[in-house]
């Protein structure tokens, strides 16, 4: 059973607010992932990360930003949510691997999400 | 860049029935296949995976995929689906980077 989780599970938040979502993990895993998943639309990764102090944007831009100060946590930040950013946010790590040899199985691991609603 | 495509985005099956999910890559490279699936109200959890060796796999829940490398293709199969199989359903590849990439989903509604 993977132990990776996810607060607040939702959130309605009014235009121009500051919000974090937090993602943490239990297992050790070096690389740590966010994806963005609209209804019935396919996921996209917004950040990864393989490792403390480490951090990527991903292959769909977004406006958010990312810290890994720490192994185990993975929060993701938006400094002023708009309509547009209403969306669900999922986190997720991948076991084995290495952020030097950049092996990995590739297996992912995810949290329940976030549904973020910016009114 | 890789992509993944599914080809179906809704499936409705009566019990008992065969199901076969279509998903093919796009990749010159080595790669990494999965499945995942998400039953209503849970979150995303492995189905099955590929990294080499025989390219029929088994998963959980009677699952199997078959890679088939020159059609660049990971079908996801079920001789007999079950209500409980009802869920959304997701092709994704990684490369040894580490990043996976999705396809969009097939929703499927097994009716008991």
């Known amino acids: 059973e993977a132990d990776i989780y996810q607060t607040p599970r939702y959130l309605v938040i009014g235009t121009g607010k500051k919000i974090t979502l937090e993602c943490s993990q239990t297992?050790?895993?070096?690389?740590m992932y966010w994806y963005q998943q609209d209804p019935g639309m396919e996921l996209h990764l917004i950040h990864y990360?393989?490792?403390?102090?480490?951090?990527e944007k991903g292959d769909l831009s977004s406006e958010s930003t990312v810290s890994r100060i720490r192994t185990e946590h993975f929060p993701l930040t938006l400094e002023s949510a708009r309509p547009s950013h209403t969306s669900q946010y999922l986190c997720?790590?991948?076991?084995?691997?290495?952020?030097?040899?950049?092996?990995?199985?590739?297996?992912?691991?995810f949290g329940e999400g976030s549904r973020l609603t910016v009114l | 860049a890789q992509s993944v495509s599914q080809h179906n985005h809704h499936v409705i099956l009566s019990e008992a029935a065969s199901l076969e999910l279509g998903c093919n890559y796009s990749?010159?490279?080595?790669?990494?296949l999965f499945w995942y699936v998400q039953y209503p109200g849970q979150h995303l959890q492995l189905l099955l995976k590929?990294?080499?060796?025989?390219?029929l796999v088994k998963g959980i829940k009677g699952f199997e995929a078959e890679f088939i490398k020159s059609k660049f293709s990971f079908n996801l199969r079920k001789p007999s689906v079950q209500w409980s199989d009802t869920a959304e359903y997701f092709c994704?590849?990684?490369?040894?980077?580490?990043?996976?990439?999705f396809g969009d989903g097939t929703t499927l509604t097994v009716k008991p």
């Open positions: 997720a790590s991948s076991e084995y691997g290495s952020a030097w040899t950049g092996l990995t199985t590739g297996e992912l691991f």
């Open positions: 297992m050790g895993h070096d690389k």
């Open positions: 990360s393989y490792g403390v102090n480490s951090t």
């Open positions: 990749y010159g490279g080595t790669v990494n």
């Open positions: 590929y990294f080499s060796g025989d390219p």
């Open positions: 994704a590849v990684s490369t040894n980077a580490g990043k996976s990439t």
